[in-house]
């Protein structure tokens, strides 16, 4: 074990299952340890990466505005910001924007938006948000109670109240819930990222849109994982011709930087007043900075090449030796394995290829703009490890 290694398993509480692998520098898709061994990145920091590594574009805009101010509070205005809201409701017909620092803080405040609506319209016995089995919506406990997984339930009990979780591409189930408790909102994942790469039916998602129009319910479309270019889409429930109510967002967005965005449509605009809800680091002008160099690249012409690029993953993949099936949209691929997810992810992480698990898949998300040249050798080496006896 590294010195490195020991100080970080002395002082850092003992959340994460490291692998063995120090990072120490890298340029693009391709990262290296502090004695230069090269490796691959197929996981772009659980998709956070999505211009890679030192981005020059990327750099040139947080280093600007770090020239400028790198923090304001929330209570005076400042440029990256406003220019960032501007920009995400034009690319997708939303009309406000909450900014966070996460994930899990979009979600809560996608969550409080909804319950907020439904009480001031229908009253406060309409607070339960049905999400869905098998989804993953942060670690906070709120968002915890959001996820339908059991396995993240147990040790934090009592979670929030007021959740419940449908079956998902189960139409009829999840309409009579939503009738039954009352619903403040729908919240599902169009792809379930840390369920298992798991797509919902694109019948399912048009459904639930119908059904939260009928009811007056709001639809939140998670898209902390599947949001910013990651499906070949701008956004995932773009491949499904529909329009959520409300939208969260983070990873690749701040482009390696910490920035969450809840994006709120026409039917809940205007549900925040002043002191309603909050973030200090949120709308950071630094990070907003950066997630305006990303943005604005996701254009018609590199999202195809993104689609382009799964496209070619699928293509080796699909009936390669060791391999069971292919899900996923985009650079979003989900792997089952003939053998364990973990042994494979091991064996590749050994041979230079940094890759990730989900539930029983090895789950793939490179950055969307990962060469062609470095994609086809970081898929060989998957191809072998995964068809080794």
Known sequence: MSELQIIDQTYIANTYARFPVEIASGKGSVLYSPEGKRYIDMGSGIGVTAFGNGDEEWKEAVIAQLGKVQHTSNLYYTEPCALL???????????????????????ECAI????????????PEHFTVVTMSGSFHGRTLTTLAATGQEHYHELFR?????????EPDDLAGLEKLVK???????????????????????????????LCQAEDV??????????????????????????????????GLGGGLPLGAC????????????????????????????????????D??????????????????????????????????????????????????????????????????????IPMDVLAEAVGTLKETLGEK
Request: charged share 25%; glycine share 12%; proline share 6%.
């Open 85 to 107: 809201a501007k920009e995400l409701c034009r690319r997708t017909g939303m009309k406000k924007v909450f900014f966070g620092n996460s994930g899990a803080e979009a979600n």
């Open 112 to 123: 409080k938006a909804a319950r907020k609506y439904s009480a001031e319209k229908k009253g």
């Open 158 to 166: 009592p979670l929030t109240p007021g959740f419940a979780y449908a």
């Open 180 to 210: 039954d408790c009352k619903a403040a909102a729908v919240m599902l994942e169009c792809i379930q990222g840390e369920g298992g790469v798991r797509p919902l039916s694109p019948d399912f998602i048009r459904g639930a849109r119908a």
């Open 218 to 251: 709001p639809l939140i479309i998670d898209e902390v994982q599947t949001g910013n270019g990651r499906t070949g889409k701008l956004y995932s429930y773009m491949h499904f011709g529909i329009r959520p109510d409300i939208v969260s967002t983070a990873k």
């Open 263 to 298: 994006l709120l449509g026409e039917k809940v605009q205007d549900v925040f007043h002043p002191g309603d809800h909050g973030s200090t680091f949120g709308g950071n002008p630094v990070c907003c900075a950066g997630a305006l160099s990303v943005l604005k690249r996701l």
């Open 300 to 369: 018609d012409s590199f999202l195809a090449e993104v689609a382009a690029k799964g496209d070619y993953i699928r293509a080796e993949l699909t009936g390669a030796p060791g391999v069971k099936a292919i899900t996923g949209l985009g650079l979003m691929v989900g792997i089952l394995p003939e053998k364990p997810a973990a042994e494979i992810v091991k064996k590749c992480n050994e041979k230079g290829v940094l890759c990730l698990t989900a539930k029983d898949r090895v789950r793939l998300l490179p950055a969307l703009n």
